[in-house]
């Protein structure tokens, strides 16, 4: 039976979470809002909406939520020509698909986007399917995006791992039943990403390489 590897991307193949804040950071400030680097920091990998949500609070004026969400994708694309994978990302899906695994990427980032990771990441002959944003209606942390993934290569949960940097990562594989490894690339904890549902955790993907042996990840 096929096994399924799901990739989180921004933070776990992509060296972006901190392009992320920056980008955030300043779509907040033009709408007049003073917010932290470290509560944006800990909001990446949740979807415009619920990251929004989590910074300013349900009692914010939501009408503002479209034009922040917007400025953040404008600012953040002024990096789309120079994206940097993190190093042994492609040679990590590569090796994972040679031992048989599916490849599946599994990741908020959309259109335009999602075409600047993936080119960046430069494994698109590795890579079997993408769940973006566009396929579901909730993102992480629910297990939608990960379930979605699962039907797409027709995987039961219990064949599959995800990989992941945030704790939103780790919350959703866990509710949809996979295995989850964490990676400390994105800059989280290895402690949170424990307690959000990890079950091993990695410095980044050339550490997991190194130890895939060793891992959720070895070939069966």
């Known amino acids: 039976m096929t096994r399924a590897a799901l990739f989180d991307v921004d933070g776990t193949l992509a ?18 809002h003073d917010v932290s680097m470290h509560a944006l920091h ?5 979807g415009s909406e619920d990251l929004i949500a989590r910074v300013l609070g349900d ?11 917007a400025a953040h994708k404008t600012l953040y694309a002024t990096y789309f020509d120079r994206l940097p994978a993190l190093d042994s990302a492609a040679k990590l899906l590569r090796t994972v698909a040679g031992q048989g695994w ?3 990427l599994v990741t908020s980032a959309s259109g335009r986007e999602l075409e600047a990771l993936r080119r960046a990441i430069d494994a698109d002959d590795v890579i079997a399917r993408t769940a973006s944003a566009d396929d579901v209606e909730e993102g ?7 379930r979605h993934a699962l039907d797409l290569v027709e995987v039961p949960p219990e ?6 940097d945030t704790v939103w990562d780790m ?19 290895a402690d949170d990403l424990r307690s959000a ?24």
Do not use: M
């Open 15 to 32: 060296d972006t979470n901190h392009l992320h804040v920056t980008a955030w950071w300043e779509a907040f400030r033009q709408a007049g």
């Open 42 to 46: 800990r909001s990446i990998g949740l």
């Open 59 to 69: 009692d914010r004026d939501t009408r503002e939520d479209s034009a922040i969400s």
């Open 102 to 104: 599916t490849v599946v």
């Open 140 to 146: 992480k942390p629910a297990p939608e995006p990960v």
């Open 159 to 164: 064949r599959a791992v995800l990989v992941g």
């Open 171 to 189: 919350k959703a594989g866990s509710r949809a039943g996979v295995s989850c490894v964490g990676l400390l690339c994105g800059g989280i904890p």
């Open 197 to 220: 549902g990890a079950v091993a955790v990695y410095a980044d993907p050339a550490d997991l390489l190194a130890r895939l042996a060793e891992s959720p990840l070895a070939p069966q």
